[in-house]
């Protein structure tokens, strides 16, 4: 089976600028989540779509949105790029069931907003 | 999620047993402790999850206290491949909060 994938691995922004990130999800999974990882503030979660419905949503400010497709592919969106938002934007998959689901997690799109 | 605690940094031999700690005093009574852990490089990838008793399986073992303010991951045999940050969670259902994690050094 494959595993997560997520498009680009690597991408440069401008401040001001907006940015999408793709994830498709291991084959069958249903729940898809998104997380922000920086050398100060660690890994952090962003938000959880399950069949195409925001389940739960972190602290992050309304610039930073997302979206899943029924296909359970996803996206993430964010507008207005501030330099610390230069991170690793990691996605991860599971079947969405149950809270001790296994989350599978892609490789990252490295975003560098300069 | 409930706050975890863990060291910064630990270093162990090669072929030898590993014992991470990690404290949750203020976990739940329904929450499950799951061990992630990131190789260089690399997306989080899953460890080991459980709830009260200890739990077996071919990556690893974790070991809960009975009164569940606690926890130790045991990688019973380390390689130099097991290198690595491992986080300890507490909790998971609003998605998984990851705490700065046990950088793990193995010597050769």
């Known amino acids: 089976k494959a595993g997560v994938t997520q498009t680009p691995r690597y991408l440069i922004k401008t401040r001001g600028q907006q940015v999408t990130l793709s994830c498709s999800p291991i084959s069958g999974h249903r729940s898809v989540s998104w997380y922000q990882q920086t050398p100060g503030q660690g890994l952090q979660f962003l938000f959880e779509?399950?069949?195409?419905?925001?389940?739960n949503k972190g602290n992050f400010p309304g610039r930073f949105s997302g979206r899943q497709f029924s296909n359970s592919r996803s996206e993430m969106n964010v507008s207005t790029l501030e330099l610390g938002d230069s991170a690793l934007y990691l996605c991860?998959?599971?079947?969405?069931?149950?809270?001790?689901?296994?989350?599978?997690f892609g490789p990252g799109t490295r975003l560098t907003v300069l | 999620d409930a706050k975890t605690t863990q060291p910064n940094s630990m270093e162990s031999n090669e072929e030898e047993p590993v014992h991470l700690p990690c404290n949750h005093s203020?976990?739940?009574?329904?929450?499950?402790i799951h061990w992630y852990r990131q190789l260089p490089s690399q997306g989080p990838e899953y460890v080991i999850h459980?709830?009260?008793s200890n739990v077996n399986n071919r990556m690893a073992s974790l070991a809960i206290a009975e009164d569940r303010k606690s926890s130790t991951l045991i990688l019973h045999r380390a390689t130099l491949r097991d290198a690595a940050v491992y986080y300890c969670i507490g909790g998971g259902a609003d998605g998984l909060t990851f705490g700065k994690g046990t950088h793990l050094i193995i010597q050769p």
């Open positions: 779509y399950f069949s195409e419905t925001q389940r």
């Open positions: 991860a998959s599971s079947s969405g069931i149950s809270s001790t689901d296994t989350q599978y």
């Open positions: 459980g709830l009260t």
């Open positions: 203020t976990i739940s009574g329904t929450d499950y």
